[in-house]
C-alpha cells in the first residue's frame, strides 16, 4: 500500500467524447513534484528512523535528513537546501547551522540504492564542494545529522519544511518536502504492533493483554467444569 509521506508516481487518463469542448478542473492537495529531482525529508532518533507522523518521546533530540534524488537525464548543480525552522541553510557559497549541530556532525552520502553509497563526513568547504558539483542522473544525495530537540511537552506536532533548488543545464529547479512528528509522555512511549495498523501505546498494549487473559482464564474455568 501507499505509505503516507512517500513519493509515487501519479498517472491519470481523460478521455473527452464531447463533439465542441473538452473542459476539465483538476483540485488536488497531492504535491506534484518535478520529475527532474525528488526531495525527502527524513527523521531519525539515533539510527532508527522516523516514520512520517511518527510518535517520539517528548524532549528528545532528533536527527534530520535532507535527500535529493537525480531522476533527470542530465547533471543536477548548484545545490542549495533551506530549513528555516531548523535554521539551516546550505549552499556553494554558504553554510549555515543552529547552535545544536557542528559540521562534525554531517555525514554525506552518494549513490543509488542499486549501487550503494559512498559516505563521508565533510569540512564546510568540502560542503559547499558537493553542493557546487551536485550529482549526475541516476544518483542521489543524503545530507545528515541536523539536530534538533523537540519540545518537552506532550501532544506537540512537529512540522518542518525543506527548501531545495538546483539547475539542470539551463533549466532551474526547486521544490520542498515536509517531515512531521508528534512528541508523547516518555513514560508512555509509542510503537507500531503491526506494520499498516494503528500505534497502540505501551499502557494500552498491556490493558488488551489483561483482558485476553481473562477472558482465557474464564474459558479454562468452563472447560474444567465441563471436564
Request: aromatic fraction near 10%; hydrophobic fraction near 35%; charged fraction near 20%.
Amino acid at each position: 500500500g501507499l505509505e503516507e509521506g512517500g513519493i509515487y508516481d501519479f498517472n491519470f487518463f481523460y478521455v473527452e467524447r464531447h463533439t465542441s469542448e473538452a473542459n476539465l478542473g483538476i483540485k488536488t492537495n497531492i504535491r506534484v513534484y518535478d520529475a527532474s529531482a525528488v526531495p525527502q525529508k527524513n527523521a531519525y532518533l539515533g539510527d532508527t528512523k522516523i516514520p512520517y507522523n511518527g510518535l517520539v518521546a517528548a524532549g528528545s533530540t532528533i536527527n534530520y535528513e535532507f535527500v535529493l534524488s537525480n531522476t533527470g537525464d542530465t547533471k543536477i548543480t548548484d545545490l542549495t537546501f533551506v530549513d528555516d525552522k531548523l535554521g539551516v541553510n546550505l549552499s556553494s557559497t554558504n553554510i549555515t547551522l543552529n547552535n545544536l549541530t557542528d559540521i562534525n556532525d554531517i555525514t554525506v552520502y552518494i549513490g543509488n540504492d542499486k549501487d550503494g553509497y559512498k559516505s563521508q563526513s565533510v569540512t564546510v568547504d568540502q560542503l559547499k564542494e558537493i553542493l557546487k558539483n551536485g550529482i549526475v542522473n541516476g544518483q542521489t544525495i543524503k545530507i545528515k545529522g541536523f539536530k534538533y530537540k523537540l519540545s518537552n511537552e506532550n501532544n506537540v506536532t512537529v512540522k518542518n519544511i525543506v527548501n531545495y533548488t538546483a539547475k539542470s543545464g539551463d533549466k532551474n529547479l526547486s521544490g520542498n518536502r515536509d517531515n512531521v512528528v508528534v512528541t508523547v509522555a516518555s513514560s508512555d512511549k509509542a510503537f507500531v504492533l503491526d506494520y499498516g495498523k494503528p500505534v497502540m501505546n505501551i499502557q494500552k498494549y498491556f490493558q488488551m493483554l489483561l483482558v485476553q487473559l481473562k477472558r482465557l482464564s474464564l474459558w479454562m474455568d468452563k472447560v474444567n467444569m465441563v471436564l
